[in-house]
């Protein structure tokens, strides 16, 4: 079975940064992706960013575009999530989950239902 285990949340003031980390066990195959997705209070989940195994390709909100940056370490089958100039906008719980690397395209990346196994979620409070 696929488990996720997220880190790396915390309180940083606004401008600052964090480094959110992803560690996965339990793949049988190489054909999937990682997603990082975010869920304010009172607020939808909504997709952060996204990366696939092998090739590596990369997906962004709008929103984060510039400030974060997805990044993988297959030797320690983890996942990263650098987030830079954070803002009160980017509090929330972040959760990575994985989805078949065949679902993930640049329109549907940041569907949460594609993603069928997760993590438990690591909060991260920007002050302003």
């Known amino acids: 079975e696929v488990q996720l285990q997220a880190s790396g949340g915390g309180l940083v003031q606004a401008g600052g940064s964090l480094r959110l980390s992803c560690t996965a066990s339990g793949f049988t195959s190489d054909d999937y992706a990682i997603g990082w997705f975010r869920q304010a209070p009172g607020k939808e989940r909504e997709g952060v960013s996204c990366i696939t195994s092998s090739d590596g390709s990369t997906y962004y909100a709008d929103s984060v575009k510039g400030r974060f940056t997805i990044s993988s370490d297959d030797a320690k089958s983890t996942v990263y999530l650098q987030m830079n100039s954070l803002e009160p906008e980017d509090t929330a719980v972040y959760y990575c989950?994985?989805?078949?690397?065949?679902?993930?395209?640049?329109?549907?990346?940041?569907?949460?239902?594609?993603?069928?196994?997760w993590g438990q979620g690591t909060l991260v409070t920007v002050s302003s």
């Open positions: 989950a994985t989805a078949k690397k065949y679902l993930v395209r640049p329109g549907t990346w940041y569907h949460a239902p594609a993603y069928d196994y």
